[in-house]
């Protein structure tokens, strides 16, 4: 089974940028796609972004298409997600979730394994 640890998450100010990682261990990470998936106080966890076993397919929310940019680096087990132009409506935890397929889903229940999350708040 793989273990997911995110880490980059913070406080920035509106417009400001962060880069989250989340790197895996145990299991086969190169084969299984990635995603990003954000949970605000009070409201549903909600697909952010998603990229294929080899990082040739991405998706995005529309709410951060062409501010965020998922990628990964399978030698080192990584995945990553550059946040820019951020806004106080970015502000949730922030989880990375892997699934044993090699394509990409924004379905959380499609993800077979999650990290502990990772706070990002953005101030206006």
């Known amino acids: 089974q793989v273990q997911l640890v995110e880490s980059g998450g913070g406080w920035v100010q509106a417009g400001g940028s962060l880069r989250l990682s989340c790197v895996a261990s145990g299991g086969t990470f190169s084969s299984n796609a990635m995603g990003w998936f954000r949970q605000a106080p009070g409201k549903e966890r909600e697909f952010v972004s998603s990229?294929?076993?080899?990082?040739?397919?991405?998706r995005y929310a529309d709410s951060v298409k062409g501010r965020f940019t998922i990628s990964r680096d399978n030698a080192k087990k990584l995945v990553y997600l550059q946040m820019h132009s951020l806004k106080p409506e970015d502000t949730a935890v922030y989880y990375c979730a892997g699934r044993t397929s090699i394509y990409t889903s924004p379905n959380a229940d499609e993800y077979d394994y999650w990290g502990q999350g990772t706070q990002v708040t953005v101030s206006s």
């Open positions: 990229i294929s076993y080899g990082g040739g397919a991405t």
